[in-house]
Structure formats: C-alpha cells, structure tokens
C-alpha cells in the first residue's frame, strides 16, 4: 500500500526533526544525513524530540506561513487584495475566493494539504512506537501519547473540513500503513473523535512548565468543536456532547482578560499585550528570530510595503525600512466586517460599498483592535503602490497580527533583533475561552435551551463595550433561528481572521449565501444566488491522485466539480 501524500514516512519524521530544538542533545549527536527510523525511535526521550518536532512542524509549516491563512480565504470575513487576486503565480489561487477556478493542479492547494501530512504521519509513528517505551517514564510516556492523538486527531480534523473523505493513518506495525485511500466519512469523524477524547483523557491539565504544550482543556475544545462540525448526513453530529465537552473546561481555569486588546496589541503602552493568558487554551508559540510567523506580512498593505506620500514630513524614510503597519494584501476585510451596521466606516472606502451593512455597533471596542483605519505611518500617508493597479491597498485593512516589535523605530525593551514584516514573532491563541463561550451558547439554542444561551453571549460582549453593553445592545431570548443568525455576526465581530470562519459556514450550511453577499469576487462571479455545492471542498491534489494508488483506484477519488 502506497504512503500517504507521496510523504514517505521516515522522511515526514525527518521533517518533524529538522524542526525540533536545535540544542537538544539528540541532533547534536545525530547527523539528519544519516537520520534513520531506528536512531529516532531508540528511547522515550528520541520520540521526545519527535513530538516537539511535531509542535514546530505544525506552527512553521501548516500554520505559520501563507498556507496557515488560506482558509481564511472565500469566507465573508476577507478576500484577496486585487493585486493578489489578479496577479497570482498559481493561476488557480483566485478560486479560493471566486469558487471557479481553484484547480486540482493548483500549487497552494497541493501544498496545503501536503502539510497536514507531515503532521499526521510522525504522530502516527509516534503512536505506533512509543509503547515500548513507556516502561522509562509513564508520565512523560503517557503526555507524548496525549499530544500526538492530539496533533492527528487536530490535523484529520482539518483535512476532512476541508476535503471531505481522506485517508486515515494508524501504523500498526513499522512497515504498516492502513487506509492509504480516502475513507468514508463516518470512519474518519469517528477517527478524529477518538483521538481527541483521548488526548482528553490523558492530557495534563496545566502547560506552565511549558506553554507551547497542548493541554487536556484544548483537546476538550477540539472534540466539542468536532462533535459540532461533524457533517450531519454522518448522523455523528451531536450538540450534546459537545456542551459536554465544553462544559469540562468551564470549571475556573480559563476566564476572559479584562480587556480584549491585551489579547492582541503590543504597540499599546497602557494596556500591555498578554500572551499565554488565561483567555488562551491552545496558543502557538513564535518569536522574532528561529520561529516567526507570516500573519502581519499576509494582512498588511502593500502601500506601506513600497511607496511613500513624498509630501511627509521626512521624505527620507521609506516604509520598506521597517513599517510594522505594511504587508502583501492577501487578505483584506470585506465590507461586511470592515462597516459598521449602518454601512459606514471611518475610512470612507471602498466608495461603492458605503452602505452595505456590516457587524459593529457603536461602542464595540473589538473593531479597533481588529481593524486599521488608519494606514499613516510616521507622519506619513501610504498610496497604491502602482504595482498592480489595486486600490484596495489603501482600504481598511487587519490589524490584528501586527507586531510592532519589528518596525524599524520600536521602542520596546524587547523590540526585534530582525526588523522585517515578515517575522512577526506573537503568538497565535488558536482557541481562546470566548471561543468557547459562543460555542456552547450555540449548543445550548441547537438543545432548545436559548434563554441561557444570551447569558454566555452578553459574557463576552459586555466585555467587548468595556464591561457592560449599552442599553438596547445586550442580548435577550430570541428565536432559535434568530440566535443562528446572529451569533455568527457576533463570532465574526469576536474572532474575526482568526481563522476559523471557514470552517464555521460549513458547519452551520451558511458558506454559499454569506460569502456570495459579502465576498467581493465571489458575489461578481456567482450573484447572490450563490456557487454550486460541490465546490464548497477543496480539490483532492491531482499530484496525490497520481502518487496514491489507494486513492487513484477509488471511483470518487476526486471531489465533485472538479
């Protein structure tokens, strides 16, 4: 049987080493030339090093870089800039937000989903192996086997939201790969279940040792996300569970912060930025030097990237020395999330999207830490660069990842050694408890029970209008349909760019009409009516097709519409 993802698996181990700590003792005894199975497996704390590898392949490679934030693309939230949306080297990367076009050849699509492989692939083995090993340390035997059901379990997870049936890797022998072709899709939500319930089970509660670590509270976040998500012609969907889940991490050791830009802001002296707070229950770990991240480069404006208003004050400073505001324009926010509910915003553009309704209300706190409006740097006003025509560099744009330790004139005491937009080193909080909250409100109105549901609504947004909602904005009993409705505005105005919007239309059967309402290129391709259900997956990679034979023999082995 073929390896999955043309990743055979001693070189997807190899990858996971390649980005494992470089001081630890076993990559400085071990040349990654003549890297073997055998030397990497050789005692429980080899597969240590295996499963930190794990931890780095996961922030570098699946979320760190431009593939991290694909996902983002063709939701209501954000849509391509013109100039990327016009000028693609992938010439299918214009159907991620157009619903046309993304095709099975496409680079970015292949790679993608490459990267969940070299994910699952180590932890596989890892699960396969480390049993003979637990005899040395059954703690630290039974935490390495927590977190590599969590990473498989997390990455499958992923993979079947975004391209349906997938294979299933469970290594029962060394020389064992199962499921080497796309399964059905009960076998693989029942897959992701059971390794997130048991990363659940046997997770430690606490990562203050080391923050980086996945904890029995995210696995539970994971599994009740899962039990939401899961299609329904599956019959596994089940908002039971998931309240259950979600209810066992509502017990104290998660609390919202004060105040919402903490979550996020470091140019803000007054209020300091908060990574690893309590808010947070799965954060990826960056830094400005041997781990950064791409966030602030992919949602920053190309206007500050290369051009300058002359006119400035110091006509000698080039924002390409060191602008933490400037970017490359993959993503920019939709007018649904950049107006507020009367379809205005303090930048007065796009001029022919004054009007449409967007999700802020007056007072709401979270829309100037979410978004920039203001684009000036130094005194100076960025305009469109001229590379590609684009206007919309100079519209509103995220605000979210910037990280001003890496402009050029930071004055923080732990300002960048490395003053590049590019190496952004905050962290990521994959899942932070409002999150959770909103999830569980949701369980609560699908279970009938939509009193309580607004309570755990008006929890986050009174936080969001600094401690309490002005009168006429807190949330009361309202239909079922209502709060289905409204809660997703209110996810979108709490979570907004943080990735996890695609995934939410899908689950909640909103994708076709949201996006074609408010995604500029997906509207001037489909109409409101909407793009055709098949093309809410991705393309199963036609280099995997080819690779696979698992998967080139299935009938079906490429989605629908493709």
Same mark, same amino acid.
């Given at each position: ?205 606490? %990562? ?78 960056? %830094? ?51 107006? &507020? ?61 910037? &990280? ?53 609504? %008006? ?104």
């Amino acid at each position: 049987m073929k390896t999955i993802s043309k990743l055979p698996i001693a070189g997807a181990i190899a990858l996971a080493l390649a980005g494992a700590t470089a001081c630890s003792d076993f990559l400085d005894e071990q040349s990654m030339v003549a890297f073997t199975e055998e030397t990497a497996y050789g005692d429980l704390s080899s597969v240590a090093v295996v499963v930190d590898g794990i931890y780095r392949t996961f922030a570098n490679d699946t979320r760190g870089g431009d593939a991290g934030f694909l996902v983002q693309l063709g939701s209501d939230e954000s849509q391509q800039g013109a100039g990327q949306f016009g000028g693609a080297d992938d010439p299918g990367q214009p159907g991620y937000d157009r619903y046309e076009g993304l095709i099975a050849t496409s680079s970015r699509n292949s790679n993608f989903w490459k990267k969940h492989w070299q994910v699952i692939v180590p932890a596989a083995k890892v699960l396969a192996l480390l049993p003979q090993f637990e005899s040395e340390n059954p703690e630290a035997a039974r935490r390495l086997m927590g977190e590599a059901h969590f990473f498989r379990g997390l990455a499958t997870f992923y993979l079947t939201m975004y391209w349906g049936r997938v294979p299933i890797v469970d290594i029962t022998s060394e020389a064992t790969v199962s499921g080497g072709g796309r399964q059905a899709l009960p076998d693989v939500w029942d897959y992701v279940f059971r390794d997130l319930q048991y990363a659940a089970d046997n997770l430690p509660d606490d %990562n203050t040792d080391d923050p980086k670590r996945a904890t029995s509270g995210a696995a539970w976040a994971m599994l009740g996300k899962a039990y939401m998500s899961a299609p329904e012609e599956t019959g596994l969907r089940n908002f039971t569970k998931a309240k259950e889940c979600f209810e066992k991490i509502m017990d104290g050791r998660y609390t919202l912060l004060p105040q919402f830009s903490a979550l996020f802001l470091n140019d803000n002296k007054e209020i300091p930025y908060i990574p690893n707070s309590k808010e947070s229950i799965f954060e990826i770990q960056y %830094n400005n030097t041997d781990l950064y991240n791409r966030y602030m480069w992919e949602f920053g404006t190309r206007a500050a990237t290369e051009y300058l208003d002359l006119e400035g004050p110091d006509p000698t400073i080039k924002v390409n020395d060191g602008a933490y505001i400037a970017g490359y324009d993959l993503h920019i926010p939709t007018a649904y999330t950049r107006n &507020d509910t009367e379809g205005n915003n303090p930048m007065g553009e796009p001029k022919d999207q004054i009007g449409v309704p967007g999700i802020w209300e007056a007072g709401d706190q979270r829309r100037e830490v979410s978004l920039r409006y203001d684009l000036s740097w130094r005194g100076q006003s960025p305009k469109p660069s001229g590379w590609s025509g684009a206007t919309d560099e100079t519209w509103p744009h995220v605000r979210k990842y910037e &990280d001003y330790r890496t402009d050029k004139y930071c004055d923080l005491p732990d300002a960048s050694p490395i003053r590049r937009t590019f190496q952004s080193g905050k962290n990521f909080p994959m899942i932070r408890y409002a999150d959770i909250l909103l999830l569980y409100a949701e369980c609560l109105n699908e279970l009938g029970d939509g009193g309580n549901a607004v309570k755990y609504v %008006n929890d986050v947004r009174n936080r969001a209008f600094g401690g309490a909602q002005p009168a006429g904005l807190a949330w009361s009993a309202m239909s079922q349909d209502e709060f289905r409705e409204k809660i997703m505005d209110e996810r979108s105005r709490e979570l907004c760019f943080e990735s996890w919007r695609r995934v939410d239309l899908i689950r909640t059967g909103q994708i076709t009409r949201r996006v074609c309402k408010y995604n500029r290129w997906a509207k001037a391709q489909w109409g409101e009516a909407g793009f055709p259900a098949a093309r809410i997956l991705y393309p199963i990679p036609q280099d995997e097709i080819n690779s696979n034979d698992d998967i080139a023999s299935d009938p079906e082995a490429q989605n629908p519409g493709y």
